[in-house]
């Protein structure tokens, strides 16, 4: 195949960064990747790997005529990087990013990028409980959502550009407006991992229930809340102090879901429960039916050649 970019840039060398190198390897979709991580064991490991061709100390070092800007880090964190790099960007280059909020980081990014420069943001709905350079791998995209979120302001050319790259590293490309991009991963993604990290904490607090019974019977579904609430702690800060309206009016509705649910118990309402764990679960079928899970008893918990996973990894979507 050939290159879609002669030289793309990756800022932050972490899960996703390391499989789009790994990818764009693999497919021969870039002619030279270089890297930045403010760790200097994080570049040397990017080295031994050959996640990079080159890393460097700084991020204005590295987008230096670079085609490609890919903008991996906390979403927190974009609009000090983007002012960073800003007067070092090469004109006609495009920068997008893999932050799990759309909103905030346009507004962050956009206002810093130069005449004839050209933002697109984008999410990859890939995934896993593992971070850093080591954790990636090519097929991470295989068969997941990249959401791309122009507006009409945004350069077609390289909207096309960066979805052809997208397709060509596995993933499906859809295109939506950031608002809206933020409603739904409020409820399919944010709101989700809140309620693990809820389940995982009450459970730490509950004196009745030693720890070493939390891990030694652990059942399938605290199984899934321990490794949702494994992800990174600090792009999870972010997330929720970036997509707070969202998340807010979605976790305002599983409130009210939730208090329904406690009167149906306490009343001994058998119809309700099962009439609302039957909607339900069509849902779960939904997923399946659309190839974004697997119907296996261990959740793809087991290696799962299908889906490209490494041994062990359950597929999620990281915000």
């Known amino acids: 195949m050939a290159a879609i970019y002669d030289r793309v840039a990756l800022i932050g060398l972490g899960l996703i960064a390391s ?5 764009m390897r693999q497919n021969g979709l870039a002619n030279e990747i270089v890297g930045h991580a403010r760790s200097p064991e994080t570049r040397a490991t990017a080295l031994e790997l050959g996640i990079c061709d080159a890393v460097f100390a700084t991020a204005a070092e590295a987008v230096a005529d670079a085609d490609l800007v890919v903008l991996a880090v906390p979403v927190g964190a974009m609009g000090d990087l983007a002012a960073e790099i800003a007067p070092h960007l090469k004109p006609g280059a495009t920068v ?4 799990s909020v759309k909103q905030s980081v346009i507004a962050a990014v956009a206002p810093h990028m130069p005449e004839g420069v050209h933002f697109v943001a984008g999410h990859p709905l890939a995934g ?3 971070s850093g350079p080591r954790a990636g791998f090519a097929a991470l995209f295989r068969n997941r959502w990249w959401l791309l979120t122009p507006d009409e302001t945004t350069n077609r050319a390289a909207v096309d550009r960066l979805r052809a790259l997208c397709v060509a590293m596995g993933a499906n490309v859809d295109e939506m407006d950031a608002a809206h991009h933020d409603l739904v991963l409020a409820v399919t993604s944010h709101t989700p991992h809140l309620i693990a990290y809820t389940m995982v904490g009450v ?5 009745r229930v030693t720890d070493s019974e939390v891990v030694k019977y652990s059942a399938a579904g605290f199984r899934d809340f321990t ?3 494994a992800s990174d702690p600090v792009m999870w800060r972010d997330v929720f102090l970036t997509n ?3 998340t807010l009016e979605i976790l305002g509705r599983f409130t009210e879901e939730l208090f329904a649910l406690q009167r149906a118990i306490r009343l001994g309402d058998g119809q309700h429960l099962q009439e609302y764990f039957t909607r339900t679960r069509a849902i779960r079928r939904g997923i399946i039916e659309a190839g974004q899970d697997t119907a296996a008893p261990d959740f793809g918990r087991a290696p799962n050649a299908d889906l490209g996973q490494k041994p062990g990894l359950a597929p999620k979507s990281d915000g």
Do not use: Q, Y
């Open 19 to 23: 499989s789009m190198a790994h990818a």
């Open 128 to 130: 896993t409980e593992h």
């Open 244 to 246: 707070k309206d969202a």
């Open 96 to 99: 997008t990013d893999v932050g």
């Open 227 to 229: 490794r949702i609430a």
């Open 203 to 207: 459970a730490d607090d509950l004196g």
